[in-house]
């Protein structure tokens, strides 16, 4: 199907579902095509491609609502589709809260060009995909002290994106975006028989943009080779300090209650928090839905509104939640944003160097391995690994050990925000220092 096919599928399917006796419609045409080529010690072990479409549709009928979906757009078979549908959602349970969005909140879109999609995407060849995953592994094994590796698996893919959104009450949009990703995973052989390991990565949406081969191969040998000898450190409240890799985690537990659906079903420790200081007054955070090239931007969200900068914390202060049309209606609040886009912190003015210099003693996290968090209670308990920091540098490594805690705690604890945000990612996240934590080990 042609763009303008995919366009013309949606907004049958919104009139076709009035015309059966839906009282409002919102229709969502998709096409994605993805590519990967997997490498694996010398080999090539996969080769993925594939093209998929499809039609999802949401339905307000008599008072209830339903969300559909099919990959036939062959105009008979969405037909059948839709009347099928629009008469299974008649059965369901009266949600008198189910409404498309406000009009309003489509108007005011930006009307830049947010640079998502790379006009050379379909340049890119299979020999150029396998020339890149072979370098990788080449670079991973050319790094000192590479005779201790056991395995190198390897992986390049690329994404182009296409959506057509129309709503009933007025809203048609579109979006066209790539992305590419390369990756490397690294086992080593540790004298004791444990095999840790490792890994890099990087990502852009335009292929010229994304980190070279040599440098993911080198970095993920370096940090799985680095892992050699951890033992588990000491039980103790110590200085943490996250990585900015490893810290893309840590926003995901407070955006996570900052949710509608969280609020509304009383499992978050931020309901009521609004207005209030809930971080320490060094944590600045902007949803920025508009920034050029990122990967959580966009011109509106997945129900048509349009997307705009939302302080979320200043200062500490919690400033916004995130709340769709539905949730909205449910806690008589004004419609924000149904989720995040990009997040833009307030840094610091140091470099990861600089800031475990300045803490002198302490934990580095590099990653985190299972555990739990309670979205109700703000209570964690999560595993981790990095690297004992003494005398302000980079020590023995250490793993198999603990943190636990109290998010509400632990934000206020935040005592540094680095100048380094992670690029491959939409969090952004710099290197973070907090204090006081409690580390269990030995």
Known sequence: MAQQDMLAAAKSAVKAALGKGAQEASARTYRVREVEVKWRDGKLEQIHEATTRGLGLS????????????????PEALDTFIGDSVVLTRALAKDPFRTLPDPKLYEGQAKTDLLLEDPKYSSVTPEQRR????????AARSVKGAEAILSVTTDFSDTLSESWRVTSNGFEGSRRDTSFFVSAEVSVKDPDGRKPE???????RFV???PKAAQVGREAAERALSRLGAKKGESAVLTMAVEN?????MPGFLLGPLSGGSLQQKRSFLEGKLGQAIASPILTLV?????????????????????????VIEAGVLKAYYIDTYYGKKLQMAPTTAGPSNLVWTLGDKDQAGLLAAMKEGILVTGFIGGNSNGLTGDFSL????FRVRGGKIAEPVGEM???????????KLAAVGNDPYPYSSMKTPTLVFEGVQFAGT
């Open 59 to 74: 339905l307000y009928v008599d008072g209830r609502f339903s969300m559909v979906s099919t990959s036939d757009l062959r």
């Open 131 to 138: 020339a890149v995953v072979k370098e990788i592994e080449a």
């Open 198 to 204: 490792d890994y890099a990565y990087g990502g852009a």
């Open 208 to 210: 010229a943009e994304v």
């Open 245 to 249: 890799r490893a810290a893309g985690r």
């Open 287 to 311: 949803d920025d839905p508009l920034v050029p090239k990122g990967f959580g931007s966009r011109l509106y969200d997945g129900e048509g509104i349009a997307a705009k900068r939302m302080p």
């Open 383 to 386: 595993g981790v690994q990095g």
């Open 402 to 412: 603990n943190i636990s805690g109290n998010h509400p705690d632990l934000w206020k």
